[in-house]
């Protein structure tokens, strides 16, 4: 939403050159060097912003955390 990428309400246009991509797995061991995403912004503010909305949203530990399957459960009739 920060990006442009989405709707606030109906009548907003998509842009659809913003966004992110190459997002860091979970469990995925990093470093000082290691990119947590790319970001695609149209502007310097957007960009600034959507980097502290990645910030906030990962968490990065000492130990790597186990990952749940893709499929957890399959529901059949």
Request: net charge negative.
């Amino acid at each position: 939403m920060t990006l442009g990428g989405g709707r606030r309400k109906a009548t907003d246009a998509i842009d659809y050159s913003v966004g992110l991509s190459e997002i860091a797995a979970l469990g995925t061991e990093i470093n000082t060097d290691t990119p947590l995403a790319m970001i695609h912004a149209n502007s310097e503010k957007s960009w600034q912003e959507a980097a502290a909305e990645v910030r906030k949203a990962m968490v990065i530990g000492e130990t790597k955390r186990e990952t749940s399957p893709m499929v957890y459960r399959q529901v059949s009739e």
